[in-house]
Structure formats: C-alpha cells, structure tokens
C-alpha cells in the first residue's frame, strides 16, 4: 500500500520559514517524480513545486519562484520544501503527490498517488 506522509506544517509570521517534508513507503520511490500542491479554503488545488527523478530537474509556479526550493532524497525516500519568506497567501494545505514519469506534471489529476496534506498558516 502506497503512503505519502506529509509533516513540518505550523503557523508562522509573515517573513518566516518553514521546512515540509513527505515521507513515501510501498512505492520505488526513485521511478517517481513528485509534486507539491496547495489548497486554501474555497479554492482549487494549485501547483506550487515539481521535483523530477533526477532531483535536479525542479520546476515552480511563477508565484513562489525564488522563495521555495524542491528537494529529494531517494535513500530516505522523502521530498522536501523548503519555504522561505512566506506571507499570508501561503496559508493554505500543502499536499505532495507522486508521478509514474520523469517529470512532474502540473494538472493535479496526472499525479498517481496523494498525501493526506499539512496545513501552513501564514499571520501578519
């Protein structure tokens, strides 16, 4: 059985950081690329982050660009996001999802498997 297990979500003020991880178990979890969404109350699921099967292959939604970095690593069989300078459009549930190909998609409906999401609260 699959199982993505997101952690590290909290509440922080504006300016702040913080680290999210994803820990994956029942997958070969190098043949995956994997994806961080976001979700805030009333809104659809957006992309923020993509890491490939390379780890070096990272791609980012235009409105985190510069503050937040995608990471992996393939012995811990964990994906990290580091966020940097965070402000109060980052509050939101963030979700990781793993993808079957070398590179990680943007339509959350290309993912194969999800997290059950850690929530990030961003005060003024």
């Known amino acids: 059985q699959v199982q993505l297990v997101e952690s590290g979500g909290g509440m922080v003020q504006a300016g702040g950081s913080l680290r999210l991880s994803c820990a994956a178990s029942?997958?070969?979890?190098?043949?995956?690329?994997m994806g961080w969404f976001r979700q805030a109350p009333g809104k659809e699921r957006e992309f923020v982050a993509g890491?490939?099967?390379?780890?070096?292959?990272?791609t980012y939604a235009d409105f985190v660009k510069g503050r937040f970095t995608g990471s992996r690593d393939d012995a811990k069989n964990t994906v990290y996001l580091q966020m940097n300078s965070l402000n109060p459009e980052d509050t939101a549930a963030y979700f990781c999802?793993?993808?079957?190909?070398?590179?990680?998609?943007?339509?959350?409906?290309?993912?194969?498997?999800w997290g059950q999401g850690t929530q990030v609260s961003v005060s003024l």
């Open positions: 890491i490939g099967r390379s780890g070096i292959d990272t």
């Open positions: 999802a793993a993808r079957g190909s070398w590179w990680p998609a943007r339509s959350p409906g290309l993912y194969d498997y």
């Open positions: 029942g997958l070969t979890f190098s043949s995956y690329s």
